[in-house]
């Protein structure tokens, strides 16, 4: 080879050459140095419910991560993540992401409950030693109002569903999220992963974004157990998925949580807006279509079933509540969880008296809770139970001293029972401490002396 004069190509083949052998130098023996990723999976799981520890369990035993979003109201409550599972999954390395304080949809309040909502629950999951940097519309409901809400409460990123391919919906979609995203408050997400969907299905979220050259696929999970939900995936499917997942980092595909894909760091925290005073209740005689300002909630194994009727107390319209099959827990109409637009202010030591008119089969009883400064909803207390009426009857009680840190009350005839309640014309009485203490104050009012009690 004297005197010859390697050519370009030549050179170029050794510098090759040299270069593999640095990498194969470099990485460990036994091991074959993986590709660059050019797919990103990220394991997204909302609402907190307890059956995420499994999936959370699932995900590390293949040393993977996810991203789980907490509405910060429901921790510790039944069905929910308790304050040691969520301080057990972030400690494993999983990244804990917001999803508001009480889970309304974003898109029907109005914008500054959206920024209560967003900036309260980030504040709320801080508190608890946390860094929440990410989000997800409950619902995968928006606006672009909300959106900004999101950016000015501090997050670095807000997920929503629906917008990737798959076989359960969105055809026309694009196969996965770019990288990064194009708005990082609009992070593209697969629609719901329900219990009709098979492994193969999840296979081919993952293949169709490798086909199309790469991207970011969020996949959005909520509970992770064998069909106790309607948004529900078998955690042997998961398992298996995780698995033929864990074996594709050759191909240049990995799994990564919210927050490493999009960075950013940890932004400062962003006050919410103070609680709305809101004396007295909304659309108290349920005249309102939906009707506004109320939800219907149920607790335990029963069916309940609510229809509007124009079998009234007064005005036009009341609820009707029929319990179909009944094994435990209860039914009732409420006034909304929110964090100021609807539920009344409600201060400590005062007492409230509640009720509303009823028709029922069966004893019904009221059923009260509070919020407190952190917007939190808690169990407060129950009336003692009223007995069947087939006439319209006033079912009214007072409740004991609130406590010291309530801001806000809800409240709602409870039936737990098979039979049905037709309820109409809520009401709600604050009864001030100094009512019961009769502790009045001398002030001087200009030339007079007034007493306020």
Partial sequence: MDGVRPTRASTLLALAAAGLLAVLLMAPAGHARPAAPRTVVTFTVDDGSVSQTVGARILSKYRMRGTFYVSSGAIGTPGYLSMDDLRAIAAAGHEIGGHTVNHPDLATVSIQEARREI??????????GLRPTSFAYPFGSFTPAAQQAVRDCG????RVTGSIRTAHGCANCAPAESIPPADP?????????????????LQRVVLDAEASGGGWVPLVLHQICDFCGPLAVNPVVLDEFAFWLSARASRGTVVRTVDEVV?????????????EAREGLVNASLEEPGPRGWVTSSWGRNTPRWTRTEDAHTGRWAQRLDMTAYTDGDAKLMSRFDLGEVAPTAR?????TLGAWYKSTAPVQLAVHRRDRAGIWRYWTTSPWFAPAGEWTNATW?????????????????LAAPGSLTTDDYHLRENPA???????ERVPWGLLIRWFC
């Fill in 263 to 275: 960075g950013g760091g940890a932004r400062p925290l962003v006050a919410a807006p103070p609680p």
């Fill in 119 to 128: 900036c309260q629950d980030r504040a709320n999951l801080t508190a608890l």
């Fill in 155 to 158: 997050y670095n990123s807000a």
């Fill in 348 to 352: 400590p030591d005062n007492t409230y």
């Fill in 398 to 414: 007072t409740t004991p001293p609130a406590p010291p840190d309530t801001t806000g009350l809800s409240f709602g005839l409870a």
């Fill in 185 to 201: 408050m609009l992070v593209r997400g697969t629609d719901m992963v329900t219990p009709s969907w098979t492994l193969e299905e």
């Fill in 434 to 440: 100094w009512h019961r203490t009769g502790i009045c």
